[in-house]
């Protein structure tokens, strides 16, 4: 899953896009409303987190202004009364909560988020045999978990997404790298060949192919 933090306090961000990646989350950081909308220009989000105390504007107004079809918003903010809650909600956030959050209970309610009928994406990915639950991030061929990493989930899931498509390596990375990342020239490689290696090991070699200078395809699944 791919989150974008819209958090003005630079350390308390880290920490979270921190604490998030520790758990299977990609993250951006955006410390202004006016940065966010940059980011949202170019990259799709899974979920958005959101302060509401920004520097160059109102969380709430900015929430209000949202397209219909934005990715869900958890809005994570010192603002404690119920009315600010209720003001929040109301204004289009998807959940609510009040700093400072656990870590854990943070990535569950992204997790849970993604659950909802009606976000942007189908709860779970199908492709043959092979299922991926996006809010999980679990995978397995038939009856066999599969062991993933962070970004082996994340290449999986951008492959079986577009199953019958060659996925441009620029949308992989987009995809399982965060803007801040430092992406070494084999570094996409040595992922797609970890995934190789436990699509294998569940008794499904052969699903990942490259082509080269373009990009990787999912090949046929099995029923």
Do not use: Q
């Not at 899974?46 to 105390?53: E, M, Q, R, Y």
């Amino acid at each position: 899953m791919r989150v974008l933090i819209i958090e003005d306090n630079e350390r308390l961000s880290l920490l979270l896009a921190e604490g998030l990646a520790r758990r299977g989350f990609s993250c951006d950081a955006a410390g202004s409303l006016a940065e966010a909308d940059d980011f949202l220009a170019v990259t799709g989000y899974d979920a958005l987190v959101l302060d509401l105390g920004l520097p160059d504007g109102d969380g709430v107004d900015w929430l209000r202004a949202l397209t219909a079809d934005h990715a869900p918003v958890l809005v994570l903010t010192a603002r404690a009364s119920i009315g600010e809650r209720v003001t929040g909600l109301d204004a289009g956030a998807d959940d609510y909560m009040v700093k400072p959050a656990d870590p854990d209970e943070i990535a569950a309610r992204l997790r849970a988020l993604l659950r909802r009928p009606g976000t942007r994406d189908p709860a779970r990915i199908e492709v043959g045999a092979l299922h991926f639950d996006p809010a999980g991030r679990e995978a397995r061929f038939r009856d066999t978990p599969l062991r993933l990493g962070r970004r082996e989930a994340a290449l999986l899931e951008t492959l079986m997404r577009r199953p019958d498509a060659v996925v441009p390596r620029e949308t992989i990375e987009n995809a399982i790298y965060s803007w801040d990342e430092t992406v070494s020239a084999n570094a996409l490689e040595a992922v797609a060949s970890r995934l190789r290696r436990r699509l294998a090991e569940a008794g499904a070699g052969g699903l990942v192919h490259v082509v080269r200078g373009v990009g990787y395809y999912l090949g046929e699944v099995a029923e």
